[in-house]
């Protein structure tokens, strides 16, 4: 148990569908990151959240919405996904503002696009 | 942040040593080298991290060299629980930012019995 937890494990859905994935932190961070890992390949960075605030968009499509509303919980609205975007989704936290900053990784959730 | 450069595996047999290797031949003095691992579709885990002192932990040791160009991490007896994906990761860190980890392919480890 690294203290973040995402729900749900896995996630099947339709191309026409909306879905949420969920992390929450409860280690006091105050920074937290989507990743996403598709088959094969390195994990890619796709948004940051450093106190609430959006500050990093790696060119991530508009049909992924992330979602903010406190340091400890961060959300991914997902809406008109296509096939290619399976893939496990990771979220991770950190503290800003310790001397290390290491990030804190949750089990990810195993999303499958039909 | 510097590159780093890994094998792409390892195998390692069961109760031994594991010796990873990391190149960072572009390490900036600012640059700590970090260490994380991922076992089959789990998150990341992080192990351990250092600028230039050698660092032990109850998971690992790292060894960076004097010139901080590369390093290795050592897993003192291996477990069938280590086969996982090491990855090597160099970045600097500003206590008033959240700092960058960029992720490579990192070298798959496999412990065998």
């Known amino acids: 148990e690294t203290g973040v937890t995402q729900t749900p494990r896995h996630l099947v859905m339709g191309m026409t569908n909306k879905k949420s994935l969920k992390c929450e932190q409860h280690?006091?961070?105050?920074?937290m990151y989507w990743y996403k890992q598709s088959a094969k390949k390195p994990l890619e960075l796709m948004f940051v959240y450093n106190f609430k605030e959006q500050t990093e968009n790696n060119s991530v499509p508009s049909r992924f919405s992330p979602e903010c509303p406190n340091s400890s919980h961060l959300f991914l609205h997902l809406h008109t996904l296509q096939p290619e975007d399976s893939a496990l989704y990771l979220c991770?936290?950190?503290?800003?503002?310790?001397?290390?900053?290491?990030?804190?990784f949750g089990p990810g959730t195993r999303l499958t696009v039909l | 942040d510097a590159k780093t450069t890994q094998p792409p595996s390892m195998d390692c047999a069961e109760g031994r040593a594991a010796n990873l290797p990391c190149n960072h031949s572009t390490i900036s003095g600012n640059e700590y080298v970090y260490w994380y691992r991922q076992i089959h579709s789990q998150g990341p885990q992080y192990i351990i991290h250092g600028l230039k002192n050698n660092e032990t932990n109850e998971m690992a040791s790292l060894i960076i060299t004097e010139d901080r160009k590369s390093s290795t991490l050592i897993l003192p007896h291996a477990t069938l629980r280590d086969t996982a994906v090491y990855y090597c990761i160099v970045r600097v860190v500003a206590t008033d930012s959240w700092g960058k980890f960029q992720f490579g392919a990192g070298t798959q480890v496999v412990v065998t019995p």
């Open positions: 280690l006091g961070h105050n920074a």
């Open positions: 991770a936290s950190s503290h800003v503002g310790s001397s290390y900053n290491e990030q804190f």
